[in-house]
């Protein structure tokens, strides 16, 4: 079957509604600020004097490798994949615990967990409406198509 006889293409589906466009934008803020958080501990641990030089490169590296998961799931959701809803919820319920952690703290940290909790829980509003999940053909239970 070619892209033109099946109706389920991304490049056939209609337009992509608004909300999956504004979590897609949002999840791939994520994975840019996870990116650059990382090059930044990076750079910092390779460079300056930190306590621990292997552990803050380690650090580094691994925010660069977790940064994969938002902006590979951000792709997915503007191709409309229906595969890319799953991490980017992922990556919203990772980000609740490190906006609460920073939400305690008595700095200049409180308004970085106001700003990593709004986007995560805005991300989630988005990713569950019923227009997002009918543009990338999520079924909910019960409403999986005949097999016979």
């Known amino acids: ?4 006889q099946n109706p389920t293409t991304p490049e056939t589906a209609g337009p992509r509604p608004r909300r999956l466009t504004y ?9 840019v600020g996870l990116a650059v958080g990382g090059v930044w ?11 621990d030089r292997q552990q803050a490169v380690t650090l580094g590296v691994t925010l660069v490798a ?6 590979l799931a951000a792709r997915g959701l503007f191709a409309l994949r229906s595969w890319s809803r799953g991490p980017s919820i992922i990556t919203q ?7 609460y952690s920073l939400l305690q703290a008595d700095s200049i ?8 909790a709004a986007m995560a829980i805005a991300t989630l509003v988005f990713l569950v409406n019923p227009a997002t ?3 990338l053909g999520i079924r909910g239970p019960g409403n999986a198509p005949d097999q016979k």
């Open 41 to 51: 501990v990076l750079v910092l641990g390779l460079t300056g004097d930190p306590d």
């Open 23 to 31: 979590a897609a934008v949002l999840t791939a803020l994520e994975g």
């Open 93 to 99: 319920i990772l980000a609740l615990p490190v906006a």
């Open 133 to 135: 999940t009918e543009a």
């Open 1 to 4: 079957m070619t892209k033109e």
């Open 66 to 71: 977790l940064a994969l998961l938002p902006l």
């Open 109 to 116: 940290a409180i308004p970085a967990g106001i700003a990593i």
